[in-house]
């Protein structure tokens, strides 16, 4: 378990990178995610990652190759995206942390895997 952590972390329940919000919705927090892409650990147990790497999102983010939600273990990400239907799974064995710049209008960060794996 990673040393100062505030809460506990569950992968399904209550996954590293995400809070719940007061209406119950799941939101990615940015500063977590940063940590995640910067100590290479995964979003949703905080322990290192190997590979293959997993990235969970929707199809839209499956389509541009861009994610928001931090890299995963293959399992973590398969356990998140049984209780999230929209969600799929990509595995790669390499990523891009793509920092957004001051004209994007999207200001949060995004991954871009390199060479999915079947
Ligand atoms: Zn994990």
Known sequence: MLRGLSRDVDPVSAPFA???????????????????ALSRICG???????????FVGDDLEVAR?????????????????????????????????VRPTSEDLDRRPVFQPSALLE
């Open 18 to 36: 995400w809070e719940t919000g007061p209406d119950g919705r799941r939101e990615l927090v940015g500063t977590r995610v940063t940590q995640c």
């Open 44 to 54: 949703a147990c905080a322990e290192s990652l190997g590979r293959p790497i997993a």
């Open 65 to 97: 190759n861009a994610f928001h939600a931090p890299p995963l273990h293959e399992s973590c990400a398969e356990a998140l995206a049984a209780v999230e239907p929209s969600w799929r799974v990509v595995r790669t064995a390499a990523f891009e942390f």
